[in-house]
C-alpha cells in the first residue's frame, strides 16, 4: 500500500511507537525541520505500508510484521488522548480575539512546522499586529458568520483554531448578519459556550473543523510545583486549598472560573464581568492591607476549542493594583502568557503566581 503522506517531508532522526489501537499507529517525531514532539496519527493497514513512509531500517529496531509494531521504547506525549489526529498541517484557520493569545498562537504554529495562516481578526477587538505573522488577516464585525466562514473556504481552509477573547458586551451588543440571526434564534440558552459551540457546528457544516489549539499551545501550560515570587504560608496555603474547592464548584455550575478568597471567605466570584473586574472587586473587600488570594480553574468537560483558560501580564498588573498577594492556575490546564514578563512583575512586586490541583492540595 502507497500512502499518500509525503515521505520526504517525513524523514525523522527519531521516532517512538506510542499505541496500536484498531489498526492506527500513535507516534511522536523529532523532525529536522524544527517539529518537537508531535503526536501524528497515521492509519496503516499494514507493517509494510509504515515501511513505505519511514524506510526498511526501521525494522531493524524492533518492527515486526502484521502492522509492523513489535514495541519498542514509550513515550509519554502529555494530552495524548486530545491529540487523536494529524496536526501537521499545511494551512490552518485563526478565528481571532484579543490581546496577545492570537499573536503568541501564529509564532507557536509557525515554529511547529504549520506554512499558510489565515485569520479572521474582528473590529475593536483583535490586535492589527497580528497581520505581521499571518499570511491574511480578513477583518470582521461579530456576528458577521456568513463572511467568518466563506473567509476560509474561500481559501481552502479545512481546519481552523478559536484564541482569544471577545469582550462579553460585544456577545450582546453585535449585528448579526442572516445566518448568525437563525443560529441566536435556535439557541435555548444563550451564552458563551452555546454561542461558540453552535458557531462550530456552522462551520462544519460548510467543511470547516474547528479543533483545539492545545498542541500548538501546551508548552506555555505551567505543570505542577511551579512557583513565581515569595513562598506560601500556611495561612496562605490553607486560603489556597479552600479558594480552589470553591472554585471548581463554581466552574461546575457554570457561573465563573474564578474566585477570590481571604482568611476563609469567598470575597467575589466570576460572573459575567470577567477576570480582572472580579480581582478588582476581590481586592476591593479584602480591605486596605490586602492579602487575598485568587484561584482560577477550568471547568469539567471544558471545551477547549474555543475558551482557554489564561493569564498574562496584565492580569498580573490587575492584581497589583487590587492588592492580591497570590494567583494561582489549575495545573497543566491554563495558559502562562509572556511567562518573562510574569515572572518580572511577580519578583517586583511579590506576587506568589503559583499552580494547584487536586493532588497537591
Keep these: ?29 523529532s523532525q529536522p525541520t524544527g517539529l518537537q514532539d508531535t503526536l501524528f496519527v497515521l492509519k496503516l493497514d499494514s507493517g509494510d505500508a509504515f515501511r513505505d513512509i519511514f524506510g526498511e531500517s526501521f525494522f531493524g529496531r524492533g518492527f515486526r510484521k502484521p502492522y509492523g509494531l513489535r514495541f519498542c521504547k514509550y513515550k509519554k506525549v502529555s494530552s495524548f488522548q ?73 481559501r481552502g481552509v479545512t481546519q481552523c483554531v478559536m484564541v482569544g477573547q471577545i ?23 444563550k451564552n458563551a459556550h452555546t454561542i461558540f459551540g453552535a458557531i462550530a457546528n456552522e462551520l462544519k457544516k460548510d467543511g470547516v473543523e474547528l479543533i483545539e489549539a492545545i498542541p500548538w499551545l501546551e508548552p506555555l501550560m505551567p505543570a505542577g510545583e511551579f512557583r513565581l515570587g515569595p513562598k506560601l504560608s500556611s495561612d496562605q496555603q490553607a486560603d489556597l486549598a479552600f479558594g480552589y474547592k470553591i472554585a471548581k ?11 477570590v478568597v481571604k482568611n476563609g471567605t469567598v470575597l467575589a466570584v466570576e460572573g459575567f464581568e470577567g477576570t480582572d473586574k472580579c480581582l478588582a472587586r476581590g481586592g476591593e473587600l479584602a480591605g486596605k492591607d490586602g492579602g487575598a488570594i485568587a484561584v482560577k480553574v477550568a471547568k469539567e468537560k471544558h471545551d477547549l476549542r474555543f475558551d482557554i483558560p489564561c493569564i498574562g501580564p496584565q492580569t498580573l498588573e490587575t492584581c497589583v493594583a487590587a492588592r492580591v498577594s497570590v494567583l494561582a492556575l489549575e495545573a497543566g490546564r491554563t495558559l502562562l502568557l509572556e511567562p518573562e514578563v510574569c515572572e518580572q512583575l511577580a519578583r517586583k512586586h511579590k506576587i506568589t503566581l503559583t499552580t494547584v490541583s487536586e493532588t497537591k492540595i
Design 249 to 259: 464548584e463554581i466552574s461546575r455550575l457554570e457561573v465563573g472560573q474564578i474566585v
Design 167 to 189: 469582550s462579553p458586551k460585544n456577545l450582546f451588543d453585535l449585528r448579526p448578519d442572516l445566518r448568525a440571526m437563525t443560529l441566536l434564534f435556535k439557541l435555548k440558552e
Design 82 to 154: 486530545r491529540r487523536i489526529r494529524m496536526v501537521h498541517s499545511h494551512t490552518l484557520g485563526i478565528i481571532a480575539g484579543n490581546r496577545s493569545l492570537p499573536l503568541i498562537f501564529a509564532r507557536q504554529a509557525r515554529s511547529m512546522g504549520i506554512k499558510k495562516l489565515v485569520a479572521v481578526g474582528f473590529e475593536n477587538e483583535t490586535d492589527p499586529k497580528l497581520a505581521e505573522l499571518v499570511d491574511e488577516l480578513i477583518w470582521l464585525r461579530v456576528g458577521q458568520l456568513s463572511k467568518m466562514i466563506s473567509a476560509f473556504t474561500d
Design 1 to 29: 500500500m502507497r500512502s499518500s503522506l509525503d515521505r520526504s517531508r517525513l524523514q525523522a532522526r527519531s521516532i517512538t511507537i506510542l499505541k496500536l489501537w484498531r489498526g492506527t499507529f500513535f507516534t511522536s517525531f
